[in-house]
C-alpha cells in the first residue's frame, strides 16, 4: 500500500492571538489533485504553508494531541521541512506581493531564475544554462515575450504567469496554487488552466484553493472545505465541487453608501486629455482621452497588459502622465497631489502589496484618512469612530487589534475596502476589487455598491469578470495594448453583456 505524500495528524497553526488551524488531520495520496473551499479566513492559505513547511505546528498540546506532519517523495518518511521545500512548490497573491515590496528590477528570466534556488534574490550573474532553463519555461507556458521585460513594469497578471513559471521551473513533486488565477483575463486563465493540466499529467500534484468553482479544472481528484481553521468535509471532487456546496462561513460584507459631498455636482471629477504614458521604454498608455462626470459609472476593461492599472495609478495621483493633461475634480495636474488623494477611496492588489508592516487593522483602515501607506499620524476619536464603523461593515469587527500578518489575503481586502470607505470619498475607484473575497463577500460587496447610485459617489471597476461589475455601472472604456478602443454604454462594449 502506498504511503502518503502528506501527512498531516493533529496539527494546530497559531498565528497573532488565536490559532489559523485548529487540530487539523489530513492525508494526500500519491496522484490525488485536491481543490481547498472555503470562504475568507477559513485556513487555507495556512494550510498550504504547513504543508510546505513555511510555518510550524503549535508547540504543546492546544487540542489535547501533539501534532506532526510528514512528507513521503519516494525514499521514505521524512519531517524535516527543508525536504519539503525542495520538493513543494507554492504560487500565491502574498507571495507575488512580497516581489513587489523588495523592489527589486528583475527581468522575468531572472526572475525565474531565482526558483531554480528556491530563493528571494540573486546572489550571483546566474548560468547560462540556468537562463536557457527560465527561458524554456517562460516559453512552455506562453509567457515568452516577458523574459526580457522588468516584471515591475508587468500587469498583475502577466506578473503571476512569470511566477507559475517560476514555481514550476524545479519540476515539484507537488505545486501549490493559492487563488492563483485572481487577476486574470479570461484568456490568460484558461491557458493556465491547459498548462495546469499538463503539468498534471507529467506527474506533478496539484493542491489548488479557490472562491471560484466553475474554474475548479476537470483533472481535480479530490477536495476538502474548510471553515474557521478546521477541514470540515473532505470527500472527492465529485462530491464537493457541485454546485449546491457552500464555501463560506465568513459574514457578508455589507458597504454603507458614503454621504453626498460638495465636490459631487461640480465639473469633472476626472479628465484626460492627449494622455500617454512611457514606462521602460515602452508606451503603456497612448493618446487617452477621457472624461469621467459625477454620477457617470464606469468599467475599464482589457486584457492583462492592455493599461488598466496604469490608467488607475493615472487616476490617483500616484503616477504622472508622460504627455498630455491630467485633472480631478476640474482643478490641473499642478495642484497637491495629497489632498486629490485624501477624496478618491482606492482599493488595488497593488495598494495592498504595499504595506509591508505588520500593523494592526485598526491602523491599517485609519491610514485611509491620511492617505498614507502605514500610518505616522495619530487619529483622533472621531476618525477612530468612523473606522470601526467601517470595518463592522466590511465584516472585520474584532479584528481591530490584530496584526494584519496574521489575516488571509481576503481578510486583509476587506481592510482595504474598509479603509477605502472612510472619508466617504466623491470618487472610488476599485482595481479587481473582489480579488481574494469568498462567494458571500463578493456578493454583499456588490450588493453595497449598487446603493451607491443616488447617494454622490462615482465608480470606476477595473475587472476581468463580467459578473463582478456592479449592475449600476452602464458606461465602459475598453483598453487594447495601451491604446482606448471603445468609449460609450457599456452593453454595446465588445465581449460584453
Not at 121 to 130: H, N, S, T
Not at 159 to 171: K, N
Amino acid at each position: 500500500m502506498n504511503s502518503p505524500i502528506i501527512s498531516i495528524d493533529h496539527c494546530a497553526v497559531r498565528l497573532g492571538p488565536g490559532h489559523a488551524l485548529k487540530d487539523t488531520s489530513w492525508q494526500v495520496m500519491p496522484g490525488q489533485h485536491w481543490a481547498l473551499l472555503g470562504g475568507n479566513g477559513a485556513g487555507k492559505t495556512t494550510l498550504m504553508r504547513l504543508v510546505r513547511g513555511d510555518v510550524h505546528p503549535a508547540q504543546g498540546r492546544p487540542f489535547g494531541h501533539e501534532g506532526r506532519r510528514s512528507w513521503d517523495f519516494g525514499d521514505g518518511p521524512t519531517e524535516s521541512a527543508l525536504d519539503a521545500r525542495a520538493n513543494i512548490a507554492l504560487i500565491s497573491s502574498d507571495d507575488q506581493d512580497a516581489w513587489v515590496r523588495s523592489d527589486r528590477g528583475y527581468t522575468g528570466e531572472e526572475l525565474v531564475c531565482t526558483g531554480i534556488y528556491d530563493t528571494l534574490a540573486l546572489w550571483g550573474e546566474p548560468m547560462q544554462e540556468d537562463r536557457d532553463r527560465a527561458r524554456a519555461q517562460l516559453e512552455a507556458i506562453g509567457a515568452g515575450e516577458f523574459a526580457d521585460r522588468n516584471v515591475l513594469e508587468l500587469s498583475r497578471g502577466q506578473g503571476r504567469l512569470v511566477h507559475i513559471a517560476r514555481a514550476m521551473v524545479r519540476r515539484p513533486r507537488i505545486l501549490l496554487l493559492d487563488e492563483a488565477l485572481e487577476g486574470l483575463d479570461q484568456r490568460m486563465r484558461q491557458r493556465i488552466l491547459d498548462a495546469l493540466t499538463a503539468v498534471a499529467a507529467s506527474g506533478t500534484q496539484i493542491i489548488l484553493s479557490t472562491h471560484h468553482l466553475p474554474e475548479c479544472p476537470p483533472f481535480l481528484t479530490h477536495a476538502a472545505l474548510m471553515c474557521a481553521g478546521t477541514l470540515e468535509r473532505t470527500g472527492t471532487a465529485t462530491e464537493l465541487l457541485a454546485r449546491d456546496t457552500p464555501i463560506t462561513c465568513a459574514p457578508t460584507l455589507m458597504i454603507e453608501p458614503p454621504r453626498p459631498t460638495a465636490d459631487s455636482g461640480v465639473g469633472a471629477l476626472l479628465h484626460l486629455e492627449g494622455v500617454s504614458v512611457i514606462r521602460g521604454g515602452r508606451k503603456v498608455l497612448s493618446d487617452i482621452n477621457w472624461t469621467v462626470r459625477p454620477g457617470e459609472h464606469w468599467a475599464v476593461l482589457g486584457a492583462n497588459g492592455a493599461g488598466k492599472s496604469t490608467l488607475a495609478a493615472l487616476a490617483t495621483g500616484e503616477l504622472r502622465p508622460t504627455t498630455g493633461a491630467l485633472a480631478w475634480f476640474g482643478q490641473s495636474d499642478l495642484v497637491n497631489v495629497w489632498n486629490i488623494r485624501k477624496r478618491i477611496g482606492l482599493v488595488s492588489p497593488e495598494l495592498q502589496a504595499k504595506y509591508r508592516y505588520n500593523i494592526t487593522g485598526l491602523e491599517l483602515v485609519t491610514s485611509g484618512f491620511f492617505s498614507s501607506i502605514g500610518l505616522y499620524d495619530r487619529a483622533n476619536a472621531r476618525q477612530i469612530d468612523r473606522a470601526s464603523q467601517c470595518l463592522a461593515l466590511t465584516g472585520m469587527q474584532g479584528f481591530e487589534d490584530r496584526p494584519i500578518r496574521s489575516l488571509s489575503y481576503g481578510q486583509i481586502r476587506r481592510l482595504i475596502i474598509a479603509r477605502a470607505m472612510v472619508t466617504r470619498p466623491p470618487l472610488l475607484i476599485l482595481d479587481e476589487p473582489c480579488a481574494g473575497l469568498d462567494p458571500a463577500a463578493r456578493a454583499g460587496f456588490l450588493e453595497g455598491l449598487e446603493a451607491l447610485e443616488t447617494d454622490g459617489t462615482t465608480l470606476i471597476c477595473i475587472s476581468h469578470r463580467p459578473e463582478e461589475i456592479p449592475a449600476n455601472i452602464q458606461r465602459a472604456l475598453v483598453l487594447e495594448q495601451g491604446v482606448a478602443t471603445y468609449c460609450g454604454p457599456l452593453d454595446r462594449a465588445p465581449g460584453q453583456r
